[in-house]
């Protein structure tokens, strides 16, 4: 019965004859080699003239091992490593913890939230004893998290306050807003960054410098709080208004009725949607290489462009950065999909 | 009630001058300090940089205008062949995932995962790699098709030239004739197109998925085989709930070629950053950016809005 099923499936008519045939015949050509390149003939050593001497028949692992500090960590001090250490580890803590984790209620979005906060005077130090790290030395996987988590808990509140005041009386105010939002969601966040990184040093008065990185976190943080908001209208609109009525009859006060009855109830609801901007966040994090912050796609480059010996290994490195990214992507999509059971 | 919505607004409009005012004025000084003058008459003076590559002919003595021209015609002659490649693809793609075919299906969930799990700029790296690094040198190109070679120095392509139709020949070290895309444009358009194609794919099926399971059961009741029932029933209703997302997704490709500038693909945003960085007109220079994409975003919303009004009024194909 199953044999039949898949019998019809793969071959019932030519046209999906043809293209079974295809595919099998691809894989068949292909899967060796592959095989071939990523482990019977790969290097995983660090061990460069070994490397050169396969001649790329083999895949050069070890460049990940040579470069894994820099790619990871950035230029951060190298004595100091276990700080950026535990900071990624914190905020994976709070992902794991919420794609797998017991974690229910109101403890999940709080250590979302915390996380990150947390992370950052872990980075910068200045305090008990930790030296204190300038921003421009953050890199690697932990600055991908941080500007990640930071941009989504910075984000959220002013998007509810923005999706909060499109909805008020006051024409103004809500031209304002949609004026805001337009602009946001009409401009590439390359534009953003730019706008960050050359504009805004301009808004600041005379003696206050403002490092690139608390900038970009302006940036991003704006960028990202009008597409949330965005989501958070749309869930707010959705609202059924008999449970407002049915508050206001019970003696709420129009600010106790969206507290505890409309706004618990509208998050609960885009949650999954809330959950995919961070994916594009934690994607979009990548850009920042373009005004010289190095995380995880700076510090690729970083590690490899000036490095004419281990240069040639670009593509296995890439291949260990897109798993990070992949792996990250994979939490935060099954984070959504609680979100939506929830 | 009235008064008090007033005295809101008043005050609003209060705060917001005074916020204005001091930009304004922080930002003058700023500008002063650095010696540099404001105003958009540098658009009209010798841009003083080259660009990589342009439709328009173009040299450093040109003015920075025509510099800006240019990259936006950059930036459509990769969105917009991208777009179209997009399309085409994410249809492909989208059918695959719906697929009976379990291989073709596999396929296509494996190339819908593994390209929408991975940052764009990522992709775009890889493929510039690939294309500057891994591809043999001009002298030893690859001959794709008769007249078509791909090397590290880009695609080489039959075209019209000064003296007509114009087929590519290998000559000593490199390639004469036709037309050549540069390994900056092809890594952009193969990048952005196949990004877009993944999403495009995933808004194709989750429309199909979403239409009640009584269509293509009353389909098939009504004597049509599976495949008249997908084409002619479930299609032209799911194409139509598709049509804004992926109008949106379109735009996103559109702003995504803002991504050029990590590549040395000179378009639109690059442009502006190397002007900015040669002129210091911060402002302006933005200000040049942000009014072509919000141009670009209203454009397609009025286009998407006329296309829904006709699909919606037209009959079912």
């Keep these: 019965m199953r044999l039949a099923h898949l019998r019809r499936t793969l071959f019932g008519d030519a046209l999906n004859t043809t293209l079974s045939l295809l595919i099998l015949a691809a894989a068949v050509l292909a899967l060796p080699p592959l095989l071939d390149w990523a482990v019977l003939k790969a290097r995983f050593a660090p061990d460069v003239v070994a490397c050169e001497a396969l001649e790329h028949a083999g895949a050069c692992w070890g460049v990940v091992a040579e470069k894994a500090r820099f790619i990871l960590l950035g230029r951060y001090p190298a004595d100091e490593a276990w700080r950026p250490l535990l900071a990624a580890g914190l905020i994976t803590g709070s992902w794991l913890a919420a794609a797998y984790g017991g974690l229910r209620g109101r403890a ?235 | 009630m009235t008064r008090r919505r007033i005295a809101w607004q008043a005050l609003i409009l209060a705060g917001l001058a005074l916020l204005g005012w001091l930009l304004v004025d922080t930002t003058a000084s700023r500008l002063q300090e650095r010696g540099i003058r404001s105003g958009f008459d540098f658009l009209l003076e010798p841009a003083g940089f080259a660009l990589g590559e342009s439709l328009l002919p173009f040299e450093a003595s040109d003015s920075t205008l025509r510099a800006f021209a240019a990259g936006l015609l950059n930036t459509l002659r990769v969105a917009l062949p991208g777009a179209v490649l997009a399309v085409l693809i994410g249809v492909i793609v989208g059918f695959g995932r719906l697929a009976d075919n379990p291989l073709v299906r596999g396929l296509a969930t494996a190339f819908v995962n593994g390209v929408r799990n991975v940052p764009l700029l990522l992709h775009l790296l890889a493929w510039y790699f690939i294309l500057t690094d891994l591809l043999p040198a001009a002298d030893s190109a690859l001959p794709l098709a008769p007249g078509v070679f791909l090397s590290k120095s880009g695609l080489a392509l039959p075209w019209w030239g000064e003296a007509g139709w114009e087929v590519p020949v290998p000559a000593g070290f490199g390639i004469d004739g036709g037309a050549r895309l540069t390994p900056e444009y092809l890594a952009m358009l193969i990048g952005l197109s196949l990004y877009a194609a993944a999403y495009i794919a995933e808004t194709l099926r989750g429309a199909v998925q979403a239409l009640p399971p009584g269509q293509r059961l009353s389909a098939l009741a009504l004597g049509m085989t599976p495949r008249q029932a997908f084409t002619l029933v479930l299609l032209p209703q799911a194409w139509r709930a598709a049509l804004p997302p992926v109008t949106s997704q379109l735009l996103n490709l559109f702003k995504n070629a803002s991504l050029a500038v990590a590549i040395g693909y000179p378009d639109l945003v690059s442009v502006a950053g190397t002007s900015l960085n040669q002129t210091g007109r911060a402002i302006e220079c933005l200000a040049v950016v942000i009014a072509v994409y919000l141009l670009l975003s209203l454009l397609a919303a009025a286009l998407s809005h006329g296309l829904e009004r006709r699909g919606l009024r037209g009959a079912p194909a």
């Design chain 1, 108 to 342: 999940l979005p709080l250590a979302l939230l915390l996380a990150p906060l947390l992370a950052l005077p872990l980075l910068a130090g200045g305090f008990a004893g930790l030296g204190s790290v300038p921003t421009e030395l953050w890199g690697g996987l932990p600055l991908t998290l941080l500007l990640t988590g930071a941009g989504m808990a910075g984000a959220l509140p002013i998007g509810i306050a923005v999706a909060y005041g499109r909805r008020s009386s006051l024409p103004l105010l809500r031209g304002l807003l949609t004026a805001y939002v337009e602009l946001a969601r009409g401009i590439p966040l390359v534009a953003a960054l730019f706008i960050a990184s050359f504009l805004l040093p301009l808004f600041f008065p005379q003696g206050v410098a403002v490092d690139m990185l608390w900038r970009v976190l302006i940036a991003i943080v704006l960028f990202a709080a009008a597409y949330l908001s965005e989501i958070i209208r749309g869930g707010l609109q959705a609202f059924p208004a008999g449970q407002i009525d049915a508050a206001s009859a019970l003696g709420f006060s129009p600010w106790q009725t969206q507290r505890w009855i409309v706004l618990p109830q509208v998050l609960r609801n885009v949650a999954p949607s809330l959950a995919n901007s961070a994916i594009a966040l934690f994607k979009d994090t990548s850009l920042v290489t373009i005004v010289s912050l190095y995380e995880l796609t700076g510090a690729l480059g970083l590690a490899l462009s000036g490095d004419a010996q281990w240069r040639p290994f670009y593509l296995e490195a890439w291949l260990f950065i897109a798993a990070i990214y992949w792996l990250g992507c994979a939490l935060l999509a099954r984070i959504s999909r609680r979100f939506g059971q929830a």
